[in-house]
């Protein structure tokens, strides 16, 4: 089955710093999301970017798709930004979301 | 809110108690989905139903049971679980199972925990 890695694991960044979260997967996509996992558990949909780039406020997400990778980008960090980034993507022969093991992002005051 | 309701939130259970999950969405969606997520893990995807297919991963053991009544609820059926089986269960929903913007909304999930 398809591959995906996050990087880095863990992020601790101080209020108002920016942030590159990167997503590599290892074979044709035909869906990739972004999600946030809040300290709750809930999954909050922030991308649908299977190719392309897409801005919404502070957040914004870039995939290459020939190459690979997506990038999700938050610009000036809040407290609220705290929580586990998670990259999914199906594959396109399929139907079901292939999940990487996620971002621990921490911000601090 | 994202459309995809979750009971219960929280829930506790004896190895011998037999006990059911249930989600709903309200999305007009026609497949659904049940995720595991344990403790530094990735989230595993453990049923897919849609009104085409019910799509059954082997590897999940025969104590979980799914049900799918009609394309807005699904429910997990426990039973005689092991404490390993502790986790968070999460259940999505997606317009269809295959093919373009097929965007998967999920619940706030059940963290359950095996005594």
């Known amino acids: 089955g398809i591959q995906v890695e996050q990087s880095p694991p863990d992020l601790i960044l101080q209020e108002g710093a920016n942030s590159t979260l990167r997503c590599n997967f290892s074979?044709?996509?035909?869906?990739l999301q972004w999600f946030h996992q809040n300290p709750w558990g809930q999954l909050i949909n922030l991308f649908y970017?299977?190719?392309g780039t897409k801005q919404n406020g502070r957040l914004s997400a870039t995939t290459v798709a020939t190459e690979r990778y997506s990038l999700l980008y938050i610009s000036s960090s809040q407290t609220t930004d705290s929580g586990v980034y998670f990259c999914?993507?199906?594959?396109?022969?399929?139907?079901?979301?292939?999940f990487g093991e996620g971002t621990q992002l921490t911000v601090n005051p | 809110e994202t459309g995809v309701t979750q009971t219960p939130r929280h829930l506790v259970m004896g190895m011998t108690n037999k006990k059911s999950l249930k989600c709903e969405q309200h999305?007009?969606?026609?497949?659904m989905y049940w995720y595991k997520q344990s403790a530094k893990k990735p989230l595993e995807l453990m049923f897919v139903y849609s009104l085409e297919e019910r799509v059954e991963n082997n590897s999940v053991p025969s104590r979980f049971s799914p049900e799918c009544p009609n394309s807005s609820h699904l429910f997990l059926h426990l039973h005689t679980l092991q404490p390993e089986d502790s986790a968070l269960y999460l259940c999505?929903?997606?317009?269809?199972?295959?093919?373009?913007?097929?965007?998967?909304?999920f619940g706030a999930g059940t963290r359950l925990s095996v005594l």
């Open positions: 999914a993507v199906g594959e396109t022969s399929g139907s079901r979301l292939t």
């Open positions: 999505a929903s997606s317009p269809r199972t295959s093919g373009a913007k097929n965007i998967q909304y």
């Open positions: 970017i299977p190719s």
């Open positions: 999305l007009g969606h026609n497949a």
């Open positions: 074979d044709s996509v035909n869906n």
